[in-house]
């Protein structure tokens, strides 16, 4: 053999030693065929997790982030001794955070507004890949932002929005047009009365107070009643007396259910031709395979490109973490794991926000896809955090008094004027007497 | 050329193999569909504790769910049960209670699992959970915990060295356990602290530890005055009449051993969990609970799993059964439940110096298991009025062979009813 000839066969024969050692390079390293993260798939790591409690967080995220990465050990710190205390929670979460110090946070929006606030939030654009925050739902990222005070401290596996939901047969029984996304709180108003004297509710609420109806239309139209600093309510504004009228008219026609549902959900059991529910009720009418026709959209606003959306779970990472690294790649993870979703769906009927795991959402003709694509009604949010802050005095004597008044109005022994301000000004004594405390 | 080829073939096989047996070779395979149809309690808490791990692991294995929660108003449950097995012939039984498993073995309805399974399998699980099994199944194993419970003893080191006592460095038998809890009179401190404290479960306990019983096998005859429990029975009084365990009917419902006020507690592995969790500011360890034999440990078996005798899918319910045995799922196992898994791969057993080890190296006390079967199968008020009468017995109120004659007949007038 020619000299050239053995060379090119040796060389051969080393490309064929290289290339098998490269396949088993990658057979024995990761035979499950599962694309693993190099960045936290070996050596030992640990992370400390501040979740409600250790058997939670296991079941809802780290025996499935442990099946594939096993080298990870977590340490869970519980977030329930906050809630047993005496302090408040401000305080108390403050507190845990800085003495225990976790690297990956799971967080309620409450909670995750005080550590803003402190500033314990790492920013995250930079720590993630691109595609997480690029792919959110619209209003996900909205909120996101938002919450970040315009950057992105936190991200959110699922997310939920209360939406429109109605019954197809009975429209079409008594020849009314369906709602769709474009209702302002007065069109809905007159959808529902078109179901008085029939033996059918306009529309079934769960909460049966109407002042809860009050302020959910209110907090939709972009209107607020207590300011930012907390010191003063408003509710004697034309908005809010029109809206009072609005859902007065509603209970006068008798189409809004007054009592508890004697089969727990009217509109479940086909008595009710609309509710106003949590996307959750969606997955219950498909599993339960309800014998009639039925649609979702929006919740009627003065925007009708914005929808409620809620962050249940929010994850961040501790701003003095030396593993936000390690604990960006398990955020990765949670957001791309098909198994964590399908957990997470079964037990919450909350939607997924990452690509991967909500393709089926995000097709135009899934009924649920504009959950996906409107922007997020943040004055909803801004309003509950505002409240959530306020000391429970406040919120346990308001409350009664506003659905006191609500119904005095509905039963026209006062006008809604007269009674949005006697509200308001119920509520501004109490401000002010907490002020002075 | 041909050498090249035929090494290279060597190779290839080598890393299948290897990738396999990594795998275990009795895996679901990748590229089948499979179906597995599961009783469990019901459909959200299987797929929460076991489907969805399983899912993870093996995304082409496909549950459905018979909930048995819909028989369990039934008047008669064995003949529902039998029923809605012929009806809908699962695989495979899941997480289901150990008398409705016995329904099922009784009538033939269950796969022998010591000849399926495997002697892989078998070996890796804790030869007292085997032991167990095969003590119920009456010679072969019909079904297998995927967890199981038993109780130990946690002390309070500080307590111990401020009252000068020293620290049991192994367990005994009760009688000097007792002594050793006597020592806390007039202390500041309790002797022993239960979560439930109860003195006709602590003289059954007691009992059946020192290898007594007053239920008889066959006949269910009760036998308790003699002069052993009546020695039990005097042992119980003084504890609680000398004040060195809790009061069973105490206002303060809080655990007093978490707060560092009693020496001793009785408790299994969630407890462990738990004090580990609450970084107390004492020292604590763990003993075997006190017992004439040391060998044994009561073991009580959780997250059962058997085969159904008629299933058309049995290779597929011996992978599923695997899979529930694996070191990943005794992890998990722990993690949500904080029961002890029966693995023998999970790091209480590996980590010989893990203070919950022996709970691994022990046999089952079996007889401990029949006795407390027998004692559940009597009604509710025998046991109510047992309670009631040691209470009174150690307030006095009745002599101690008095009561317990009072307690045997009202057994026995229950029995011939």
């Known amino acids: ?437 | 050329m041909k050498l090249k080829l035929v090494m290279l073939a060597l190779i290839v096989c080598l890393i299948l193999i290897s990738c396999s047996s990594r795998d275990g070779g009795d895996d679901f395979e990748k590229d089948k569909s499979y179906k597995l149809k599961v009783m469990a309690a019901d459909e959200q808490s299987f797929m929460t504790n076991y489907g969805n791990y399983v899912k993870a692991r093996f995304p082409n294995v496909e549950f459905q769910v018979i909930p048995i929660n819909q028989i369990f108003g039934d008047e008669d449950l064995q003949e529902s049960l039998l029923q809605l097995v012929a009806a809908e012939q699962p695989d495979v039984f899941v997480g289901m209670p150990f008398f409705m498993i016995r329904m099922l073995q009784d009538s033939n309805g269950l796969v022998s699992l010591s000849n399926v399974i495997g002697k892989d399998t078998l070996s890796e699980i804790h030869p007292g959970v085997k032991q167990l099994m095969e003590h119920l199944g009456e010679g072969e194993i019909y079904s297998i915990p995927t967890s199981f419970i038993s109780q130990v003893l946690f002390y309070n080191k500080r307590v111990f060295a401020e009252q000068g006592i020293t620290l049991p460095i192994e367990s005994t038998n009760w009688q000097e356990f007792l002594q050793l809890i006597r020592r806390f009179v007039n202390t500041d401190s309790l002797g022993l602290y239960l979560s439930y404290s109860d003195p006709s479960a602590l003289l059954t306990q007691i009992g059946q530890s020192e290898g007594l019983a007053y239920i008889s096998p066959q006949s269910h005859k009760v036998t308790l005055n003699t002069d052993s429990w009546a020695n039990i029975a005097g042992m119980v009084k003084e504890l609680y009449r000398e004040g060195v365990i809790n009061d069973w009917d105490s206002a303060d419902s809080s655990d007093l051993f978490l707060q560092g006020k009693a020496a001793i507690m009785v408790g299994d592995s969630s407890y462990y969990t738990q004090l580990e969790a609450a970084n107390l500011p004492f020292e604590w360890g763990v003993l075997p609970l006190p017992g004439a034999d040391q060998t044994k440990i009561e073991i009580q078996p959780e997250g059962l799993v058997a085969i159904n005798s008629k299933s058309q899918h049995e290779a597929e319910a011996v992978r599923f059964i695997r899979f529930l045995l694996s070191d990943q799922m005794a992890d998990i196992i722990n993690h949500t439940t904080n029961l002890l898994p029966s693995a023998l791969s999970f790091s209480y057993n590996t980590d010989a110096n893990h203070p919950l080890h022996f709970l691994y190296t022990r046999d089952a006390d079996t007889f401990i298991t029949e006795n407390e079967e027998r004692i559940f199968s009597m009604s509710g008020d025998f046991q109510k009025y047992m309670a009631e009468t040691m209470k009174r017995m150690v307030l006095d109120e009745v002599g101690l062979r008095e009561g317990l004659q009072l307690i045997e007949e009202f057994g026995n007038n229950q029995t011939n009813k």
């Open chain 1, 1 to 437: 053999m020619r000299s050239s000839a053995i060379i090119r066969l040796i060389n051969k024969r080393i490309l064929g030693v290289i290339l098998i050692l490269f396949v088993s390079g990658i057979w024995l390293s990761g035979c499950s065929f599962a694309r693993k993260d190099p960045k936290i798939e070996d050596d030992t790591i640990s992370l400390s997790v501040l979740y409600d409690d250790s058997r939670s967080f296991y079941q809802d995220y780290g025996n499935y982030i442990n099946m594939q990465y096993p080298n990870i050990k977590f340490k869970v710190i519980s977030s329930d001794p906050i809630y047993n205390s005496d302090r408040p929670v401000k305080e108390s979460l403050t507190d845990l955070v800085e003495k225990e110090q976790p690297d990956l946070l799971f967080l309620t929006q409450y909670q995750q507004q005080i550590l803003q606030e402190t500033n314990a939030l790492m920013p995250l654009k930079a720590l993630l890949d691109s595609s997480v925050l690029e792919n959110m739902p619209q209003g996900v990222r909205d909120l996101l932002g938002y919450y970040g005070d315009g950057d992105f401290n936190s991200v959110a596996e699922v997310f939920s929005s209360e939406a429109l939901f109605y019954n197809k047969k009975l429209f079409e029984q008594f020849s009314i047009p369906v709602p769709d996304g474009s209702m302002s709180w007065a069109d809905f108003s007159n959808t529902a009365r078109r179901f008085t004297n029939t033996d059918v509710l306009g529309l079934y609420t769960a909460s049966m107070d109407p002042s809860v109806l009050f302020v959910k239309m209110g907090l939709s139209d972009g209107l607020s009643y207590l300011n930012k600093d907390k010191t003063h309510l408003t509710m004697n504004t034309d908005g809010w007396t029109k809206l009072a009228e609005t859902v007065k008219s509603m209970y006068m026609d008798g189409v809004v259910n007054k009592a508890a549902s004697a089969s727990d959900n009217d509109f479940i059991s086909g008595s009710a031709a609309m509710t106003i529910a949590q996307v959750g009720l969606y997955e219950q009418l498909v599993s339960m395979k309800v014998p009639f026709e039925w649609g979702v959209v929006p919740l009627p606003a003065s925007d009708h490109s914005k929808i409620p959306i809620d962050l249940a779970k929010l994850i961040a990472v501790n701003k003095n973490s030396v593993n936000g690294e390690a604990a960006a790649s398990i955020i990765e993870f949670i957001m791309s794991d098909p198994a964590i979703a399908a957990n997470s769906r079964a037990s919450t009927s909350l939607l997924p926000t990452a690509v991967a795991t909500s393709t089926d959402y995000r097709e135009s003709s899934n009924p649920l896809n504009f959950m996906y694509t409107l922007s997020a009604n943040i004055n909803i949010n801004e309003q509950h955090d505002r409240l959530q802050s306020m000391p429970e005095d406040f919120i346990q004597s308001f409350f009664p008094e506003l659905t006191s008044r609500m119904g005095d109005i509905i039963r026209g022994e006062i006008d809604s004027r007269s009674g949005l301000m006697e509200v308001e000004s119920y509520g501004n004594t109490l401000l002010q007497a907490l002020k002075a405390k």
